[in-house]
């Protein structure tokens, strides 16, 4: 019975010095690459580019945030961190092409109109291309399990962007007509634009481009972003770890604050919600 007490006493006391560490074993902090896997409800706009031959089912999912995280103890179990990161996910498409005479200019292919496919090489490709940033702060609480791992419950809090660009290029680029002017040509000065109109046009001419080899548009809006986790923190060497989080971001862009190629404010955009699991790893040197 004696031994049992004795015995009994021991293992208290072994488990009360795991999980009662003092003050200064937390201090420390470490930093690493860690890559963060999100898998949002919906990506913005995604829903529209059906309209240009894209299937926003081939967007990865969850796609890729490659980014660096840094931590460190401020006072008891208290830590504070960073996090920056960027990553995105693409589709794209050649389609086939048909070409028609339109004879009643309604600008669709009717029954009695004449049609072919088009056999030439130079059909045009289309892409499209969502980009997610994101720069945040990080404010967790440590609960340590063993002498070498612990687990921590905290949140992120910063600023996102996201951007959808759309590319629509109908053949291959030179170098010299990248930087040449769509509307005309410019004058000696380069202070005026001289740009050719019909004679019927003179009077009041739509200014409009002319061909191009490619389209590219892009939309973007800047967003508060919330997110909390749980994380899993191993010391498995003196100066090595690895730490692993599961979380939900959360994070809305306002009705009208999307930005067409970063300038015009689009009054209409709707609100557009950036929800979704996340799961970060994190390789780091340091305590």
Do not use: C
Request: hydrophobic letters at 40%; zero cysteines.
């Amino acid at each position: 019975m004696k031994n049992i007490f004795y015995l009994s006493l021991f293992s208290l006391t072994l488990l009360k010095g795991q999980f009662s560490y003092p003050a200064e074993d937390f201090l420390g902090g470490g930093i690493g690459y860690s890559p963060m896997y999100i898998k949002l409800d919906s990506i913005p706009g995604a829903s529209y580019l059906t309209n240009i031959g894209l299937n926003p089912k081939e967007f990865d999912d969850p796609f890729v945030v490659h980014g660096g995280e840094g931590f460190a103890h401020v006072t008891g179990r208290w830590r504070i961190g960073g996090y920056a990161g960027m990553g995105g996910t693409s589709v794209s498409t050649i389609p086939e092409i048909k070409i028609f005479i339109d004879g009643n200019g309604n600008d669709s292919l009717d029954a009695n109109e004449v049609s072919k496919m088009y056999t030439d090489e130079l059909n045009p490709s289309i892409k499209a291309k969502f980009t997610f940033l994101l720069g945040a702060a990080s404010v967790e609480y440590v609960m340590p399990l063993l002498q070498d791992l612990e687990i921590s419950s905290g949140a992120l809090l910063g600023l996102g962007r996201v951007a959808m660009g759309i590319e629509q290029t109908s053949a291959n680029p030179r170098w010299k007509q990248v930087f040449s002017n769509a509307y005309g040509t410019m004058s000696e000065t380069g202070d005026t634009l001289f740009y050719s109109v019909a004679t019927n046009e003179f009077d009041n001419p739509d200014i409009r481009p002319g061909a191009v080899s490619g389209v590219l548009k892009d939309v973007s809006s800047a967003f508060f972003n919330f997110q909390p986790y749980v994380a899993v923190k191993w010391q498995f060497l003196e100066r090595l770890g690895l730490r692993i989080s599961v979380g939900f971001n959360k994070g809305t862009v306002r009705q009208g604050s999307w930005k067409l190629n970063g300038r015009t404010q689009i009054g209409d955009s709707p609100s557009s919600a950036l929800s979704g699991v996340t799961f970060r790893t994190m390789l780091y040197v340091g305590l």
